[in-house]
């Protein structure tokens, strides 16, 4: 079965800075997807970037991006220039390709992001 | 365009009774899939439907249930509640069966067993 590890249970940042959020996954598949989700303070959860596991280059949206190490089974998120607007519980989230783990995502426990003014 | 809807938002149940939550996905999006997060266990995977069809159904017992409409509209049932099942329910739609995009989650319903 698939795990997803986020060692982080909180990280603080200030206001403009750059901050990492680390996760660790573990996995039989070659092909596969992973993802990071925002869910605000009460607010619905949304998705904020995601990657291809064939795709070797490195997912950017805006000002977010992920370092991707397929080999060492590591998928960090990059938030540069943070705002206050940032801070939420992010999750990091797996998806297979085949069999049962086609149909759903595998969720790391989150990383609780506060935004210092 | 309306995003997933689900009802009720918060509710209060005792054990023993049973609860069913609903969830209308996005329009067009035919794959409806739930998810329980609690404070201690994170984000855990319930099910997922497409075309009325369960594809894939997670680590709970039997007392959890779902099933799906023919317009998509999913509904979840829990019976026999215990306080282990208050959390937060989310319901995410998506558009593709074998989906490698997004997931379109609700805002949740949240049910507190005393």
């Known amino acids: 079965a698939q795990t997803v590890t986020q060692s982080q249970p909180e990280m603080s940042v200030q206001e403009a800075e750059t901050v990492t959020l680390s996760c660790t996954y573990d996995?039989?598949?070659?092909?596969?997807?992973l993802f990071w989700y925002k869910q605000p303070p009460s607010r619905q959860m949304i998705l904020v970037i995601r990657?291809?596991?064939?795709?070797?280059q490195n997912a950017t949206e805006n000002r977010f991006s992920v370092n991707f190490q397929k080999a060492a089974k590591s998928f960090s998120l990059k938030i540069s220039d943070s705002q206050l607007g940032d801070a939420a519980m992010y999750f990091c989230?797996?998806?297979?390709?085949?069999?049962?783990?086609?149909?759903?995502?595998?969720f790391g426990k989150g990383t609780l992001l506060t935004v210092n003014p | 365009k309306a995003g997933v809807t689900q009802t009720p938002r918060y509710l209060i149940k005792t054990r023993g009774q049973q609860v069913t939550l609903s969830c209308s996905p996005i329009?067009?999006?035919?794959?409806v899939s739930w998810y329980q997060q609690t404070p201690g266990q994170g984000l855990q995977f319930l099910f997922e439907?497409?075309?009325?069809?369960?594809?894939n159904k997670g680590n709970f017992p039997g007392r959890f249930s779902g099933r799906q409409f023919s317009n998509s509209r999913s509904e979840m049932n829990v019976s026999t509640l215990e306080l282990g099942d208050s959390a937060l329910y989310l319901c995410?739609?998506?558009?593709?069966?074998?989906?490698?995009?997004?997931?379109?989650f609700g805002e949740g319903s949240r049910l507190t067993v005393l």
């Open positions: 989230a797996y998806k297979g390709s085949s069999g049962g783990s086609n149909y759903k995502l595998t």
């Open positions: 329009s067009g999006h035919r794959s």
């Open positions: 990657q291809e596991a064939y795709k070797q």
């Open positions: 996995t039989s598949e070659s092909d596969y997807y």
């Open positions: 995410a739609s998506s558009l593709e069966p074998s989906w490698t995009g997004e997931l379109f």
């Open positions: 439907y497409f075309s009325e069809t369960q594809r």
